[in-house]
T-cell receptor
């Protein structure tokens, strides 16, 4: 069936390096994508979003890239810090779904090592 | 400003019992969403309430229900509990009047951990 999924369940990154978290989606009709970060014991926190009419969007230390040709989404974190250790979820909103009814992927655990 | 608050933090029930989880949204937020997060899995959309009405529900059986009160707080009820209902239940809120479809930012609480024995 159609789903949002992640390539790597765990990503180990050295402090100061850049992180790249990947996400594949299969519903070509999806027109909005969002990344959330969930630290241990906390609820998910919004990071950045992108619409399907864009291929790149930058935030503070984060960049989201969207490749609609291969239905691929990535989150890049520059100069990864210990506070970036968390589970990262990508999510999509399909035009047929209500706003806020997001389809979440299973998540990628990012571990930042000193 | 207080964030989304959920109670209880932890809840232990046995099969067949009922569970009630509560959520207080951020002040001014009229939309409340409920998501289920089973261990090791992503978030699964459960319910969406806005202005006291159920606006949409996910692919969950009818024994998952809820309501939204006039003060916009919300309850999630799970009847006839099954072992697979064990999960973290997350509540999120937003103000569609100001956010519209400009952003999908939902403000999540820390969740209620339900364990069914």
């Amino acid at each position: 069936g159609e789903s949002v999924g992640l390539h790597l369940p765990t990503l180990s990154v050295q402090e100061g390096d850049n992180s790249i978290i990947n996400c594949a989606y299969s519903n070509s009709a999806s027109d909005y994508f969002i990344w959330y970060k969930q630290e241990s014991g906390k609820g998910p926190q919004f990071i950045i979003d992108i619409r399907s009419n864009m291929d790149k969007r930058q935030g503070q230390r984060v960049t989201v890239l969207l490749n609609k040709t291969v239905k691929h989404l990535s989150l890049q974190i520059a100069a990864t810090q210990p506070g970036d250790s968390a589970v990262y979820f990508c999510a999509e909103n399909r035009p047929t779904d209500s706003w806020g009814k997001f389809q979440f992927g299973a998540g990628t655990q990012v571990v930042v090592t000193p | 400003e207080a964030g989304v608050t959920q109670s209880p933090t932890h809840l232990i029930k046995t099969r067949g019992q009922q569970a009630t989880l509560r959520c207080s949204p951020i002040s001014g937020h009229t939309s409340v969403y409920w998501y289920q997060q089973a261990l090791g899995l992503g978030l699964q959309f459960l319910l969406w309430y806005d202005e006291g009405e159920e606006r949409n529900r996910g692919n969950f059986p009818p024994r998952f229900s809820g309501r939204q009160f006039p003060n916009y707080s919300s309850e999630l009820n799970v009847n006839a509990l099954e072992l697979e209902d064990s999960a973290l239940y997350l509540c999120a809120s937003r103000n569609p009047g100001t956010s519209g479809t400009n952003t999908g930012e939902l403000f999540f609480g820390e969740g209620s951990r339900l364990t069914v024995l």
